[in-house]
């Protein structure tokens, strides 16, 4: 027998059957636009007129129109953060209970006992500070040589006392190196005067990391091209200067010990300074993980560089909450955690810069603060949300990705005096100079000085520098810092209000003079209310006359 076409019915109509349906649908909105029409319902919002130029206090009622918008766009970014957690918590509630619910009870039972044996105890949490002060703590017990990175934009915020005095005050002939990192972010008339000044502490190394290096077990793709008439590729990224300096010192201080077992080299320093892209560069493999975010490396990991090398690559060192909140910025891990939000991490580096240098970096229009350079920064990028309102939380990633990445150029000024530590003492320096070889190392650092590409002075921002940043290495530290962490960081605060960067050009402190006074009488007003002053009126021709325009670009500062 044979079985019918199983075909489905067609959606084809006659031409006047759609004619039809297309003129009911018509009549129908037409006969809605009626109704509404009759009883008063218009979708057209009426036209904000704003404030008439004739009405007295304009100025004090736009700025508390402009103060109002703000608050009430902060409100719906706080609520929007916590319903965004309350989400997550949920989220991950539900999974715990359909995957307590999927498993046997016997797996379950057998579960529970495991997790909580008598005389046994949990796996310690690897995002915690004390396990990542521990783990630091073991690199620094079993290296012998110690390379502190340092982030060449902000060298002096990158260093911690705490740390140079735990390596100095360890046994066993430890040694110190300072090995300067990201140098093509820098104008070289900078880069210079660092190391100058770091070298009469410590010996340095200019160092620029590679970021194109490739895993080991990824394949080369196959090419056509003769293996003689390969191209290398010299882009930015891609080449490694210093590595050859670094590894010549290191071999030279490995084979006068004279010891059967390998010199092991401990990397250490904040996040996002490039410990484990150090590592990468000098092997020539993705031997370590590394990516934007920070707190990338939770344990202590061994690669094999040469021979009778060993470097071990550590987790970035925990900042202390009692630093100011721009060092806190750049180094914590306080925006990872949650414990700080991204857009006042962002609010607290603007401070610190040229607004003008700002603009001309990120090619955006005058800013009034941090929510509209955010805003501006978002519809420059595209950063875009269902609307087309802009994304201001991307925008603030975005942006503190190019102070921590490899990507943004900024510098800080040397100081010119220099003082030893407390820590420190002229017969430490001698010493910790006297292992290597420094002519060596200075040639070194002129021929990498020579490679690399440097960026103009004009093209990179000028940064102020918070100083030394302190670092918490043991368990009882984070336990002291606890409960003096809110009144250092709001003193901190203060004081970072207080300070206001430098204008370079002599119209711009001109400008300021100008701004005090304005400033001052904002901040005597109540934020909340406009306070009306009895004065005098001189109603007469002359001041009818007069030209009475407002210009929005003298205030909201």
Same mark, same amino acid.
């Given at each position: 027998?044979?079985?019918?076409?199983?075909?489905?019915?067609?959606?084809?109509?006659?031409?006047?059957?759609?004619?039809?349906?297309?003129?009911?649908?018509?009549?129908?909105?037409?006969?809605?636009?009626?109704?509404?029409?009759?009883?008063?319902?218009?979708?057209?919002?009426?036209?904000?007129?704003?404030?008439?130029?004739?009405?007295?206090?304009?100025?004090?009622?736009?700025?508390?129109?402009?103060?109002?918008?703000?608050?009430?766009?902060?409100?719906?970014?706080?609520?929007?953060?916590?319903?965004?957690?309350?989400?997550?918590?949920?989220?991950?509630?539900?999974?715990?209970?359909?995957?307590?619910?999927?498993?046997?009870?016997?797996?379950?039972?057998?579960?529970?006992?495991?997790?909580?044996?008598?005389?046994?105890?949990?796996?310690?949490?690897r995002n915690s500070k004390q396990f990542l002060c521990a783990e630091l703590n073991k690199v620094i017990d079993a290296s012998?040589?110690?390379?502190?990175?340092?982030?060449?934009?902000?060298?002096?915020?990158?260093?911690?006392?705490?740390?140079?005095?735990?390596?100095?005050?360890?046994?066993?002939?430890?040694?110190?190196?300072?090995?300067?990192?990201?140098?093509?972010?820098?104008?070289?008339?900078?880069?210079?005067?660092?190391?100058?000044? $770091?070298?009469?502490?410590?010996?340095?190394?200019?160092?620029?990391?590679?970021?194109?290096?490739?895993?080991?077990?990824?394949?080369?793709?196959?090419?056509?091209?003769?293996? !003689?008439?390969?191209?290398?590729?010299?882009?930015?990224?891609?080449?490694?200067?210093?590595?050859?300096?670094?590894?010549? $010192?290191? !071999?030279?201080?490995?084979?006068? +010990?004279?010891?059967?077992?390998? +010199?092991?080299?401990?990397?250490?320093?904040?996040?996002?300074?490039?410990?484990?892209?150090?590592?990468?560069?000098?092997?020539?493999?993705?031997?370590?993980?590394?990516?934007?975010?920070?707190?990338?490396?939770?344990?202590?990991?061994?690669?094999?560089? +040469?021979?009778?090398?060993?470097?071990?690559?550590?987790?970035?060192?925990?900042?202390?909450?009692?630093?100011?909140?721009?060092?806190?910025?750049?180094?914590? $891990?306080?925006?990872?955690?949650?414990?700080?939000?991204?857009?006042?991490?962002?609010?607290?580096?603007?401070?610190?810069?040229?607004?003008t240098q700002i603009m001309l970096q990120y090619t955006i229009p005058d800013y009034r603060n941090c929510l509209e350079f955010?805003?501006?920064?978002?519809?420059?990028?595209?950063?875009?949300?269902?609307?087309?309102?802009?994304?201001?939380?991307?925008?603030?990633?975005?942006?503190?990705?190019?102070?921590?990445?490899?990507?943004?150029?900024?510098?800080?000024?040397?100081?010119?005096?220099? !003082?030893?530590?407390?820590?420190?003492?002229?017969?430490?320096?001698?010493?910790?100079?006297?292992?290597?070889?420094?002519?060596?190392?200075?040639?070194?650092?002129?021929?990498?000085?020579?490679?690399?590409?440097?960026?103009?002075?004009?093209?990179?921002?000028?940064?102020?520098?918070?100083?030394?940043?302190?670092?918490?290495?043991?368990? !009882?530290?984070?336990?002291?810092?606890?409960?003096?962490?809110?009144?250092?960081?709001?003193?901190?605060?203060?004081?970072?209000?207080?300070?206001?960067?430098?204008?370079?050009?002599?119209?711009?402190?001109?400008?300021?003079?100008?701004?005090?006074?304005?400033?001052? +009488?904002?901040?005597?007003?109540?934020?909340?209310?406009v306070q009306f002053h009895p004065a005098p009126i001189d109603i007469s021709l002359s001041s009818v006359t007069t030209d009475?325009?407002?210009?929005?670009?003298?205030?909201?500062?």
């Amino acid at each position: 027998m044979k079985r019918p076409k199983l075909k489905k019915a067609s959606k084809r109509v006659s031409c006047a059957k759609r004619y039809k349906i297309q003129k009911k649908v018509r009549e129908h909105n037409r006969k809605l636009r009626k109704e509404a029409k009759k009883k008063g319902v218009s979708k057209r919002v009426k036209k904000d007129l704003g404030v008439p130029s004739s009405a007295p206090f304009k100025e004090e009622v736009l700025r508390e129109a402009e103060q109002r918008r703000l608050k009430i766009e902060e409100e719906k970014e706080r609520k929007r953060q916590a319903k965004k957690e309350e989400r997550a918590q949920k989220r991950k509630k539900e999974k715990e209970g359909a995957s307590k619910e999927t498993e046997p009870k016997a797996k379950r039972v057998r579960k529970n006992d495991s997790e909580n044996p008598s005389g046994k105890q949990a796996a310690p949490d690897r995002n915690s500070k004390q396990f990542l002060c521990a783990e630091l703590n073991k690199v620094i017990d079993a290296s012998d040589v110690v390379l502190e990175v340092l982030d060449a934009r902000d060298p002096l915020g990158c260093r911690c006392p705490q740390l140079e005095e735990a390596v100095l005050q360890k046994g066993g002939n430890k040694k110190l190196l300072l090995v300067l990192n990201k140098i093509d972010l820098v104008p070289k008339e900078n880069v210079e005067r660092w190391i100058q000044y $770091l070298q009469q502490e410590f010996p340095v190394v200019a160092f620029k990391a590679s970021t194109l290096i490739r895993d080991k077990t990824v394949k080369a793709k196959k090419s056509r091209i003769d293996p !003689s008439n390969e191209i290398q590729d010299k882009s930015r990224g891609a080449i490694c200067f210093g590595n050859g300096c670094l590894t010549e $010192l290191l !071999s030279t201080y490995a084979e006068n +010990l004279q010891n059967e077992a390998s +010199l092991k080299v401990g990397v250490v320093g904040f996040p996002n300074v490039g410990k484990s892209s150090l590592i990468n560069s000098v092997k020539g493999v993705m031997a370590c993980n590394v990516g934007m975010k920070r707190g990338m490396t939770k344990l202590m990991q061994e690669v094999h560089i +040469l021979k009778n090398i060993k470097a071990i690559d550590s987790p970035g060192v925990v900042a202390s909450p009692s630093n100011p909140p721009a060092s806190m910025a750049l180094r914590s $891990l306080q925006v990872e955690e949650g414990s700080e939000s991204v857009l006042e991490a962002v609010r607290t580096l603007l401070k610190q810069c040229d607004k003008t240098q700002i603009m001309l970096q990120y090619t955006i229009p005058d800013y009034r603060n941090c929510l509209e350079f955010l805003t501006l920064l978002a519809k420059k990028r595209g950063f875009l949300q269902k609307g087309g309102v802009p994304n201001t939380e991307q925008a603030a990633t975005t942006f503190l990705g190019d102070w921590t990445g490899a990507k943004l150029s900024y510098h800080c000024k040397a100081p010119e005096n220099h !003082s030893l530590p407390a820590y420190m003492s002229d017969a430490v320096v001698a010493e910790m100079q006297n292992s290597w070889d420094l002519n060596k190392l200075k040639a070194g650092n002129e021929e990498t000085l020579k490679g690399v590409k440097f960026p103009s002075q004009s093209s990179s921002i000028s940064f102020i520098s918070k100083g030394l940043t302190a670092g918490l290495l043991s368990a !009882s530290d984070i336990s002291e810092e606890k409960p003096a962490a809110a009144a250092t960081v709001a003193e901190a605060e203060q004081n970072d209000e207080n300070d206001e960067p430098e204008q370079t050009t002599e119209g711009s402190n001109e400008a300021e003079e100008q701004e005090q006074p304005q400033k001052l +009488l904002l901040k005597k007003k109540t934020p909340g209310h406009v306070q009306f002053h009895p004065a005098p009126i001189d109603i007469s021709l002359s001041s009818v006359t007069t030209d009475d325009a407002y210009d929005f670009n003298t205030d909201f500062k």
